[in-house]
């Protein structure tokens, strides 16, 4: 994990679709380098034949029945919303094609 | 006495299906909140003359359901559990304004038992934080929602934190401005602070409970668990919201027993696990002084104590860290402006998207959502997620090996009793070092509840945790149970 050093800020918050105020990029890359730091801890262990837990229950695939069934959600989901932000049944964004 | 300060039995057997008497427990608790919650600020989204019309409401439309066990009971709930035609925020910016179009599973089931939803709690945002200290309502321009000026405080010194996330679900039950609340269990997130603020926190076991409508932080560990007066209301909560849930597929198909009858003052043969890496350097004098004597009254109610290792436990808060934001920084990118609460308009698609988030999401966010994100970026995953996800499997081993030479783990919920407001601020680190000891029964997806054992000398309340086997949560109640019955901790409430 010696690759902590290559934590890039900028790099990371536009993958995390974030913009950061200048005044907080510092003190927020100082604080994900402490903790990486801290995290290296795991280097210590040996898990090359150790299996991964992404499942603490080991669940096999749930299926059921693919049922058509009336949330009544979506009415109520736009209900809410500013006109500027819905038309239709629709939520509104900007443009998302760029003309050129 | 006062209603407010009774605990569900208490309640459920003064009201006894009458309408009129319902209310008058709402009324007691409202009148409560209007006198000391300036003090605690437990609530959220809370104005006392709207949540009157609100009970009035709920209890009119419960009312047809005459006879429901728990007709009339109110719970309060952290705001991140979805409540429907009712704002939902997470103690967030982001989400302002976002109603929710539907309730959760265990909003669902309260409802259908008779019980109604009394007032939404406070919480660190998003639920992280391990002190109610991230909420977006402890900035002076959002405080128009909370009663009080600034971030929840513990009601037994309130300069001091409830202890996190579930802050204001254990604060509104300490300070008797509830008779019972919900809470979400991440990495403690019950635990911690209910034994900060000394009252009964329980998260069950993974899986136990549905997750429908807890919007989500890290969906491998969460958990929706009760805050209580006493052990057995909490076993009376756990009993209305457990089961399977088919709109949460990792809730399983367990039959959910009746855990009252659980509740009996026995510990004898009982074999209870000490696990040595939990008494530490570092870990506070009063609480470990606590601890060897609440030892000490299980030995003379006739348990055993066997001396255990969790060889990995200084670990998991490093794997917790990874495993958590890792999952927080995925489930948080439905956050975009598009379909929830704030979005910042003008601009293109890129500007609305980024500065959304920029101006929604608050610090400790950004810096859990910027965390998750590196460990799940290219080139990376193999080092620290997949790595974190083999040394799960040390620690899920560890307990199940430990379960082969005790029935329940005993250790200290927190390694120090609430610290003052601000304390822990500035350092990430040792703010998440605060969960050292709740974060292993998350990533073991084991049950563990934290009960009041004690006191510092400053007079702050003390917890302690006992761990079991997944779904084991009856063996909890009864050891919590024998430890209440044989000791008058509980009884004692914080003076406001």
Redesign the interface.
Known sequence: ?S?NNK?N?DN??N???????DS?KKG?ER??K???N??K??DE?D?KS????????N?EN?Y?EDTVSN???????LK?LPD??KEGNF?K????I?DN | MDLYNNTITDTLDFIRGDKEKATSVSDSLITRIKNIDSKVGAYVSFSPDKSIKGIEQNVSLDAAKKGAPFFGLPVSLKDNICTKGWETTCSSNILQGYIPPYNATVVKKLREKGAFIFAKCDMDEFAFGSSCETSCYNKRAMKQKKLKDGPASNPWDLNRVTGGSSGGSAACVAAQEAICALGSDTGGSIRQPAALCGVVGLKPTYGRVSRYGLIAFGSSLDQIGPLTKTVEDSAILLGIIAGWDQKDSTSLNVPVPDYTKSLIDNVKGLRIGIPREYFIEGINSDVKKVIQEAIEVYRSLGASCVDISLPHTDYSVSVYYIIATAEASSNLARFDGVEYGFRHEGGDLHEMYYETRNRGFGHEAKRRILLGTFVLSAGYYDAYYLKAQKVRTLIVNDFSDAFKKCDVILTPTSPTPAFKLGERMSDPLAMYLSDIFTIPANLAGIPAISIPAGFSRDGLPIGLQLLAPAFCEDRLFQAAYTFEQNTEFHKKRAKL
């Open positions: 994990m690759e934590l800020i990371v918050s993958l995390a679709r974030l913009n950061l105020v907080e927020l604080d994900l402490n903790i990486l801290y995290i801890k795991l262990i898990t150790v299996e991964a837990t992404s499942h603490v229950l669940i749930v059921r949330s009544g959600a979506a009415a109520d989901v809410v500027s932000r939520f964004v900007p443009k998302v760029e």
